[in-house]
């Protein structure tokens, strides 16, 4: 039951931090075509995955319930593109470049056409 609790602490703080964020760089951008806002909430939550992950990796400073606060809630809530880039990146270590490189196309082709498939759904 605590484990809920962290995650869903975590992922309200996380989704409340991309919407702040977000906001504000659209503030800024909003004439742009490209999604600055998107693109710096996912960069920004894949360098704090990639530092925390090797946090834990080199000190293992972090326990259970931290790690699921910050991964799972928190980065969850922020970016989903944090958990796809870390589970991409220890395939690339375990120098499993196929299944790596699969995972990077089929998972943005596939979602892409998911959210096309969604939004035709409506029409």
Known sequence: MMSLL???????????ARYKLGGM???????WRFPLGTFVVNVL???IA???????????ILNAETRLFLFTGF???????SAFSIETMSLLQRHEFLIAMSNIV????VGLLALW???KTVH
């Open 117 to 119: 498939l969604g939004m």
């Open 6 to 16: 962290w995650v869903g602490l975590g992922g309200g703080l996380g989704a409340i």
């Open 25 to 31: 760089i659209l503030h800024y951008t909003a004439d």
């Open 75 to 81: 980065l969850g809530g922020f970016t989903t593109f």
């Open 45 to 47: 939550g894949c360098l």
């Open 106 to 109: 089929t998972s943005v082709s």
């Open 50 to 60: 990639g530092f925390l992950a090797e946090l834990v990796e080199q000190q293992g």
